[in-house]
């Protein structure tokens, strides 16, 4: 079954440093993984997607995800941490197999994203 | 602009009432799906719906109900058989299912017990 693991519930920077958000998933096949941003009492908004066209995937607001099947991993980065950037970020993979599965998506439990001035 | 409405944002429930969450999409999507957010345990698939007229249970369907006779609704209703409601609950929809669908959310209601 998939899944994934975000390795940190917190995480703090200082305005302009780089932002690291660690993730690791599990799946039985090629996994669809995603990263997502909620900003408090909103919804969630899609920053980027992996869908095996290229490990590093770029997304919006400055912020890229490297795929690495070796190590299981799809951490997200931004070179420089702004102030708006303090939210939780979600790490997501699709449970579609191809055999059935709805391709619901499953979500870590989120980091919450700390920058101080 | 095409997007997710959420109503209301705040809502309180009294013991034994039932209560309905309110989920409208105009971006022609075909897919819908309800979540439930507590503090530190990530988003928890309630119920979603593929087409108008069927839906299936997520993981945690126990004292929901939805409904889904337009393309563009899906409310649904938080029952007095759920025992602990006090949440934040996160509508969803995407063009379809598969790999590579990302869902597009609302922006929530937070529900909360009088």
């Known amino acids: 079954a998939q899944s994934v693991t975000q390795l940190d519930s917190h995480v703090s920077v200082s305005e302009g440093t780089p932002v690291l958000l660690r993730c690791n998933y599990s799946?039985?096949?090629?996994?669809?993984l995603f990263w997502y941003v909620q900003h408090p009492n909103k919804g969630l908004q899609l920053l980027l997607k992996y869908t095996s066209a290229a490990t590093l995937v770029k997304g919006i607001n400055g912020f890229e995800a490297e795929f690495k099947k070796s190590e299981t991993s799809f951490h997200l980065t931004k070179p420089s941490a702004h102030m708006s950037d303090a939210a939780e970020y979600f790490c997501v993979v699709s449970d579609w197999n191809y055999g059935g599965s709805q391709g619901n998506l499953i979500f870590g439990k989120g980091t919450k994203l700390s920058v101080k001035p | 602009d095409g997007g997710i409405t959420q109503s209301p944002k705040y809502l309180f429930r009294k013991e034994g009432q039932n209560v309905t969450l309110s989920c409208e999409q105009n971006?022609?999507?075909?897919?819908m799906y309800w979540y439930r957010q507590d503090p530190g345990q990530g988003l928890r698939l309630i119920y979603y719906s593929q087409i108008v007229n069927d839906f299936q249970k997520g993981d945690i369907a126990e004292g929901y109900s939805v409904s889904r006779e337009k393309k563009e609704s899906f409310p649904l209703t938080v029952t007095s058989a759920q025992k602990n409601p006090t949440a934040f609950y996160l509508c969803a929809s995407s063009h379809g299912q598969g790999p590579n669908q990302p869902q597009h959310f609302g922006d929530g209601t937070r529900l909360s017990i009088l």
């Open positions: 799946s039985s096949y090629s996994p669809s």
């Open positions: 971006l022609n999507h075909d897919a």
